[in-house]
């Protein structure tokens, strides 16, 4: 199906960019990599009138480490770097394992981090042909009144689905998104709705500019498992990133994480899991326990072809093997 007409601009400064998302607020969308909204025009489940290429903004493709202020990456930066970047990988490595995880080398290549953190949500009525969906009654996602996945709602229950952002949220990251005249920083866990419609909280006239991710204390380990049907390409059925901090004597854990990805319309927060793990000496049945505590917390919703049984299974076992390399790592930091 071809594309819809629309008029275009390539800026080269982060002011102009903004100059024109508020010339055209609500008319117009912002491109960089292209790999998910090029796809939503082509099913005609997004139609903006303008479309502002941010690739040519060169301050916003950046790698940047402070031993005292941590991390800043331009949301321009692509997957490709944060995988292979060596800062990133030493100190960082749940990060650089999530953004391997994303899709295809070639896709790694052009899609960027901003991209991949306002990720649209997906849904198996909604990410369909314009024709497709004319079949059926249109639902909350394109203006509509219903849900399909969830009979009766009051709101979208489609799949927020990006790999990277169960890693960022494990580590604490923060997101700066600036406007004309005006920007503001926000944990990156507050950034997102809980509501499949809208996803995050993102204004028509704004854009994510740069991530700010706190250096992790000693004695601290990450890990990022990825469930999907294939090995690449495929987008998660279920992502989990633990992040774990040991205490001096190495036994201890003092802090924890654990975020989900694909298995609600936001990353979600094991936070019950999390308070568990605190200030105890973790054992293997604590983790089984844990694990499945996980699960009941979590309620996850169908995923696109794979039923919530299955997905409560590898949550399961996902969330036990992530806790056990995640207290690896840590010991071994």
Not at 84 to 111: C, D, W, Y
Not at 118 to 132: A, F, G, I, K, V
Not at 229 to 255: H, K, Q, W, Y
Not at 267 to 273: E, G
Request: with cysteine; aromatic share 6%.
């Amino acid at each position: 199906m071809p594309l819809p007409k629309f008029e275009y601009f390539e800026p080269k400064t982060v002011e102009e960019a903004l100059y024109l998302l508020s010339q055209y607020k609500g008319e117009a969308k912002v491109i960089a990599g292209g790999t998910d909204l090029l796809v939503r025009m082509n099913q005609s489940v997004a139609t903006p009138s303008y479309l502002i290429n941010l690739k040519h903004i060169q301050d916003l493709n950046t790698i940047i480490h402070d031993h005292k202020e941590g991390l800043r990456i331009g949301a321009l930066t692509t997957l490709h770097a944060i995988e292979t970047s060596e800062i990133i990988m030493e100190k960082f490595s749940v990060l650089a394992q999530a953004a391997s995880r994303v899709a295809s080398p070639q896709i790694r290549n052009t899609g960027t981090i901003g991209g991949n953190i306002c990720l649209d949500t997906r849904c198996w009525y909604y990410n369909q042909s314009h024709r497709w969906r004319q079949s059926i009654a249109p639902c909350f996602k394109v203006g509509g009144d219903l849900c399909h996945v969830v009979k009766k709602s009051d709101h979208c229950y489609s799949l927020f689905s990006a790999d990277t952002v169960p890693a960022l949220i494990g580590l604490g990251a923060k997101i700066k998104i600036s406007s004309a005249g005006d920007e503001r920083v926000i944990p990156l866990e507050a950034f997102y709705t809980g509501v499949g419609q809208t996803v995050h909280v993102l204004q028509p006239d704004e854009i994510v500019t740069e991530l700010q991710v706190p250096n992790p204390p000693p004695a601290t380990g990450g890990v990022y498992l990825k469930y999907s049907t294939r090995e690449v390409v495929d987008f998660p059925i279920l992502g989990v990133a633990a992040v774990m901090t040991l205490g001096s004597n190495n036994r201890e854990c003092t802090e924890a994480r654990i975020v989900l990805g694909a298995v609600s319309s936001a990353p979600v927060r094991a936070t019950k899991a999390e308070d568990r793990l605190r200030g105890k000496e973790i054992e293997d049945d604590q983790i089984e326990e844990i694990a499945e505590g996980t699960v009941k917390e979590a309620g996850p919703i169908v995923h696109m072809g794979t039923s919530v049984d299955h997905k409560r299974r590898m949550m399961r076992v996902f969330v036990k093997r992530a806790i056990k390399q995640a207290l690896g790592c840590a010991n071994s930091a």
